[in-house]
Every structure is written in C-alpha cells, then in structure tokens.
C-alpha cells in the first residue's frame, strides 16, 4: 500500500511533514497542498490518518474554504476524507488476503483496523463492491 500511497502523493502534488508535536493527529493545509502528521503515532495510525488527509486533498483542494463555513459541510467534508480512507484501506486489505472472497469478514476488518462502528455500513458495501467485482474479472 505504501507505493499506492506514495503514487497517490505525488500525483496530487502534495507535501507531507511529520512533526514531532501537533494538536490533532494531522492537517491538510489546503493552501500550501501540505499535509501535517503527528510523529508520535503508531504507523498505523499515521497510514490511516494520511489517508484520511488525502482525502481532503483529492476531493477538497480547490474548495476547502467551505470547510469552516457551517457545519454541516464540515461534517460533509469530513466523511468524505473517512470514505476516501476507508477505500483505500479496504482495497489494500483485499489485495493483500489469501483467501476467497467469501471468507472475508468485514466485522473483523472494522475491529483490526479500530475503525468506528458508524462506518460498519460503509466497510460492507466496499467489501461487497471489491469483492464481487474481482470475482467477476
């Protein structure tokens, strides 16, 4: 997933800096197309929270002043980046499993990966989406 990730970084001419102290696990400085990563997390977290700020950096970018004009849009904005992650995660998480698609178990993806539980209908329907897509290539 890291040359994804990378490939995905440079094709959205973003820059990303790991600093040693930040007041929220990561930015997207829309800006300066700059991502900023809290170092102290696990890599893990800094994978999912990347992610996440690249989200914002495909979907928002050129209107990412409406982030902070009413709530709801940030709520939007938001969970269109959690999505975005969300997608990646899973395409990664199908690609790389040795089993048949009907042994995945999308329950067990959420719990692995600490995601949400609001995001269990998510997670289903891209395990769906990626799964029956690939068995039909």
């Known amino acids: 997933m890291d040359s994804e990730i990378n490939e995905l970084i440079k094709e959205l001419s ?3 800096i790991y600093v040693p102290r930040l007041d929220a696990e990561g930015k997207y400085i829309a800006a300066i197309n700059t991502i900023v990563i ?14 996440h700020e690249l989200g914002h950096a495909a979907k928002h970018q050129n209107n990412y002043e409406l982030y902070n004009c009413a709530y709801s849009l940030h709520s939007k904005m938001e969970n269109e980046a959690n999505e975005f992650m969300l997608d990646s995660l899973v395409q990664s998480y199908i690609r790389t499993v040795d089993l048949d698609g009907k042994y995945l178990n999308y329950m067990k993806f959420i719990e692995d990966n600490e995601i949400d539980t609001r995001y269990e209908f998510v997670v289903k329907e891209l395990f769906t989406k990626y799964i029956y897509r690939t068995q039909i290539v």
Do not use: F, Q
């Open 14 to 16: 973003v820059d990303v």
């Open 38 to 51: 809290d170092d102290r997390l696990s890599e893990r977290d800094k994978r999912r929270v990347l992610l």
